[in-house]
């Protein structure tokens, strides 16, 4: 089932999407400043290109640091960096994205492409700091950390 939702995806609209996310990647490689940007963009072009059987997950659920004085600028610069993404490409790719959701929602057949264009949506807003992983691997590294804050709140 991935690969036929991936392949009608790719065809239906993927390719130009990632085509997209790729032209935002070379416009923020090209300021030079904006190369935080460029890795998350081009993480994403992949995921907008084959959605099905990936996902999303922030890079502190994959590497399980605490956030120290490092991690805290770190962050500050990442929020930054969101802010000016979210006001350049961000913004129109997440508007695309919603409305193309909707119209995948109207018919039966197309929901699941629905739901991969709301995923693309709530990422294309805030994409420094994500990396896109297998599934299975996203699912492993949530249920760790929840292992993890359960065994913190017990104590």
Known sequence: MRFAGNVIWFVFGGAITGLIW?????????????LPLTRSAIE???????PFGKDVVHIRELDQKD???????????AFLFN???????GLALFIYYLIAGCMFCITLIGIPFGLQCFKLAGISLWP??????????????????????L???RG
Request: charged fraction near 15%; include cysteine.
């Open 67 to 77: 956030s120290g004085a490092a991690g805290i600028a770190i962050g500050t610069v």
């Open 22 to 34: 790729l032209v935002g990647a070379l416009v923020f490689a090209i300021s030079i400043v904006g």
């Open 44 to 50: 994403m072009a992949k995921l907008s290109a084959w």
């Open 83 to 89: 802010i000016l993404w979210a006001c350049t490409f």
């Open 151 to 153: 065994a913190r709140y």
């Open 128 to 149: 420094i700091g994500r990396r896109v992983v297998p599934r299975e691997v996203a699912d492993l590294a949530r249920s760790e950390n929840a292992a993890k804050s």
